[in-house]
């Protein structure tokens, strides 16, 4: 009966946005605001609908009833609670489910916290969302019903993967999806704006709190899927350019040049048709992301649900969407007015570098991960790019980003920089820089360039941002007091890029520094005989078995001493699942601040020896770290309310402020 | 607008028709997941040596697949529901085209397997219980259930992933009768 309730609310939801598009649709032809004026509580009943039958989804998982199919091929009545209930999405119908659960909440959102904005610009927006809500739920409905019956319903279910039975995965697609889905609002906003012919400083500042939040959900989505690999695979790396990865990486990097080129459009009106293809585009390539994962084009250690009719389903979605977003681009992109000119030396000029670059990133991601799949489909060959290429293409582009970075916050809106002076006030960021770098040619084993290259952008980054802060806060004129009351009264977007740029250069730092002085050693060891690790020394002290809800597990105690003081113990397993039949391995992992300890518990060679992988990775963390710094800021930002009266003001006031120097229009 | 403009705007619309075209023709080739062909194509089957089911189905190592004529060797378990889904279709292989097939019993038990058989019938000559799942690493096998296609020397010529369904029916006897033919 639940699963029935769950079944209908969906074809109701389909229904409300069916109402969604079609009403306001005809309210925009008789000009008819009464019409229009239904996209909002439509917008709100899809999210009720929506809710109900997730609801019903996570209640049939809960109580285990096999007779939902989903439920029989992918829980069991022995699994933990939790991912009972995180099973929900574990599987395709689910995940898809989800999908639409947070599209509701999207357009609920818009709906609800959207009154500023333009009456007819948001129902617009909100048409769109529902339009794209359709295909979402007849995807559902049709190919692929998370609510279908198996008769007769078996005893006993099928299991979850257990790799997915993990707390790092079992929130990574949620927090994944707020990301992929939050972009459509974007998408929507794009669409609206050519609609409307209202490309303008307005819109971008409208739209900017939804890119943040978007851009602020899927790091940490990717921040979270990266640190699951990292632990649960055991390998002992944490980024593969595996074909899934990048497909939640290509849209984080056109939500990063988005995030930029709004600011250059809300600020300074220049910008406007790149803004909207980003804006289309990021959330485009989420929706490739998902046909990837879902169509069995690729595959990787993460793609599940493999069902190519499924996959042509997506492709006509995805064809209809993003084609005609970028044919209405085409056609409309010449009457949008070009906007205002800048000098190249100018912030904006450092923000087009960067959307310059990005781009370039998004570029060779996107080639690295569709040529092969081409190639394939075209002639017949089949090949592998791998990490080599993304290591040769991928690195090189970032180094000017990060430095880029540094620069940008320095250099005036609209007139060319004086040079002298920004060189004056970099000066000491790049002396600590240069300094960093040398410190560890002498001192460090490793003397590769790529190392001494990523250490000193990282602290030339983060030099340059807190010589940034000593430049708002005027640091020196005046006591403490004064400068602490400036601080506190800088803007919170400013606050919010202080933040994530700080957060990018630790999360540089950490990926060189662990990969440059990894120590890694592969040998068989018996209990007591110690190993040593770069500074620590690993004992195996014990080896018992031990039983998991619904699992049995080998688990080995390593003792990790420093000049003989233990330090920490870890305990990795090798695990051993029932149901389906699987062994994975649970790394044994203890972060600490200066790194992590990382022990992989392998196979007994029969004679009373153990297969081990002991690791130190020094500063592995703080790539997790920085992502969360990251996070932080775009949330910070978000929550600015000052930038409304920033952007209210005409441009030349704004300029004029600018001179002076009065307003801190460095903001961001 | 010039027409240099034009063509840059069009642009993005011109990708996604490209990259459309492209994943139609990759989806429409039967979607055939891309795995990378096994590296065991055109080479020996792996050492291997498994203990057997019951009297009637002895174990299966890889010399049983150098006797000389054309085998199929079926990587099951009895827990996995397409293994059971594609018995039928073993069963006809065996019994009307005469094909001989083993099978690898992946991490399975006997009495589980006792109960599929006895509700959907038992089209393998020889089983080896592979209880520790080695043999099926040595295979390379992604997951079950998995079909090779091995020449009567031993040399593995063809891999099927997934259950094989009747529309795959026509194409494998194919590749068995080219096999007999080398």
């Known amino acids: 009966m639940v699963a029935e309730i769950g079944h209908f609310s969906l074809w109701l939801a389909l229904a409300v946005a069916v109402c969604q598009v079609l009403l306001p649709g005809v309210g925009f032809h008789k000009d008819d605001e009464r019409l229009r004026a239904v996209a909002v509580p439509a917008a709100q009943a899809q999210l009720l609908l929506a809710l109900i039958s997730f609801g019903a989804l996570t209640w049939v998982f809960w109580v285990s009833d096999f007779s939902v199919r989903v439920v029989a091929e992918n829980s069991h009545t022995l699994k933990p609670a939790l991912y009972k209930i995180t099973g929900v999405w574990a599987n395709h119908e689910g995940s898809m489910l989800l999908w639409v659960t947070i599209l509701a909440l999207a357009g609920w959102a818009v709906a609800t916290f959207g009154r500023s904005l333009n009456e007819r610009l948001r129902t617009r927006v909100l048409s769109v969302q529902a339009l794209i809500g359709i295909g979402f739920y007849v995807f559902l409905l049709v190919a692929s019903n998370p609510f279908e019956r198996l008769l007769p319903a078996p005893g006993e279910g099928n299991g979850l993967n257990p790799l997915l039975q993990d707390p790092g995965l079992a929130f990574h697609p949620p927090m994944l999806y707020l990301g992929y889905v939050g972009l459509s609002v974007t998408f929507s906003f794009a669409v609206a704006a050519l609609l409307e012919n209202q490309v303008n400083p307005e819109w971008a500042r409208r739209m900017r709190p939804w890119v943040l939040a978007a851009w602020a959900a899927l790091t940490g989505g990717l921040a979270l899927g990266s640190w699951w690999a990292y632990y649960e695979l055991g390998w002992g790396g944490w980024w593969f350019w595996d074909p899934v990865e990048n497909a939640a990486l290509m849209p984080w990097l056109a939500a990063t040049a988005l995030l930029h080129s709004t600011l250059v459009l809300e600020k300074r009106d220049a910008l406007r048709n790149w803004t909207v293809l980003l804006a289309v585009l990021a959330f485009s390539l989420s929706m490739l992301g998902t046909f990837i994962v879902r169509s069995g084009l690729l595959t990787s250690v993460h793609s599940f649900a493999v069902d190519p009719e499924r996959g042509i389903f997506i492709l006509v979605l995805l064809a209809l969407y993003i084609g005609g977003a970028l044919t209405l681009y085409a056609w409309r992109a010449g009457t949008v007015e070009a906007g205002a000119t800048f000098a190249a030396t100018s912030r904006e000029g450092s923000l087009v570098i960067n959307n310059l670059l990005l781009a370039a990133i998004l570029g060779t991601v996107f080639l690295g991960t569709l040529y092969p799949m081409a190639l394939e489909a075209v002639a017949g060959e089949k090949i592998s790019v791998g990490a080599p290429y993304f290591n040769a293409t991928f690195r090189p582009l970032m180094v000017p980003v990060a430095a880029l970075m540094a620069v940008g916050p320095f250099l005036p809106w609209r007139k060319a920089a004086g040079g002298r002076r920004v060189a004056r ?77 700080l957060g990018v250069a630790v999360s540089i730092f950490g990926a060189t520094a662990s990969g440059a002085w990894e120590s890694e050693v592969m040998t068989t060891v018996e209990p007591g005989q110690p190993v040593s690790v770069g500074p620590y020394t690993f004992t195996l002290d014990s080896i018992m078995p031990v039983a998991g809800p619904n699992y049995t597990a080998i688990e080995g105690r390593f003792d990790v001493r420093k000049d003989d003081n233990l330090v920490v113990s870890v305990r990795p397993q090798s695990r051993t699942y ?24 392998g196979k007994p060679d029969g004679q009373g020896r153990w297969q081990v992988r002991l690791h130190w990775k020094p500063f592995m963390p703080w790539v997790w770290y920085g992502a969360a710094l990251m996070m932080l800021g775009g949330a910070v930002s978000m929550l600015d309310r000052r930038r409304s009266r920033v952007a209210l003001m005409q441009p030349h006031q704004l300029a004029a402020e600018a001179a002076e120097q009065k307003l801190p229009l460095a903001a961001e | 607008m010039s027409l240099g403009r034009k063509l840059l705007v069009g642009l993005p619309v011109l990708v996604l028709l490209a990259l459309v075209a492209v994943f139609f023709l990759r989806l429409d080739r039967g979607g055939q997941p891309m795995i990378p062909p096994s590296a065991l194509i055109g080479k020996p089957a792996p050492q291997f040596d498994l203990a057997g089911y019951d009297a009637e189905h002895p174990g299966l190592s890889d010399a049983d697949l150098r006797q000389g004529g054309v085998t199929l060797v079926n990587v099951f378990a009895s827990w996995c529901a397409p293994c059971i889904a594609e018995l039928p279709q073993l069963k006809a292989l065996a019994e009307q085209h005469g094909v001989t097939i083993h099978a690898i019993a992946w991490k399975d038990k006997p009495e589980a397997m006792a109960q599929v058989f006895a509700e959907y019938g038992n089209p393998f000559r020889r089983i080896g219980l592979d209880n520790n799942g080695r043999a099926a690493i040595a295979w390379g096998i992604s997951g079950v259930p998995e ?36």
């Open chain 1, 425 to 501: 006030r970099l000066a000491l960021p790049a002396l600590l820089a240069l300094l960093s770098a040398l410190t560890v040619y002498a001192f460090a084993d490793t003397r590769g360039a790529w190392a001494l290259l990523g250490v000193g952008l990282a602290v030339w980054l983060a030099a340059s941002i807190f010589a940034d802060i000593a430049r708002q806060v005027r640091l020196g004129h005046g006591g403490p007091r004064l400068v602490w009351g400036r601080l506190i009264r800088q803007p919170r977007a400013m606050f919010g890029m202080w933040l994530a740029h």
């Open chain 2, 147 to 182: 079909t090779f296609v091995v020449r009567g020397d031993g040399t593995v010529v063809y891999r099927h992933l997934g259950d094989i369904r009747p529309e795959h029916i026509p194409a494998l006897l194919e590749t068995i009768k080219k096999a007999q033919q080398q």
């Open chain 1, 578 to 601: 029932t149901e389906p039949p699987m062994e994975t391995t649970e790394a044994g992992i203890a972060p600490l601040w200066a790194g992590d300890i990382y022990a992989v518990l």
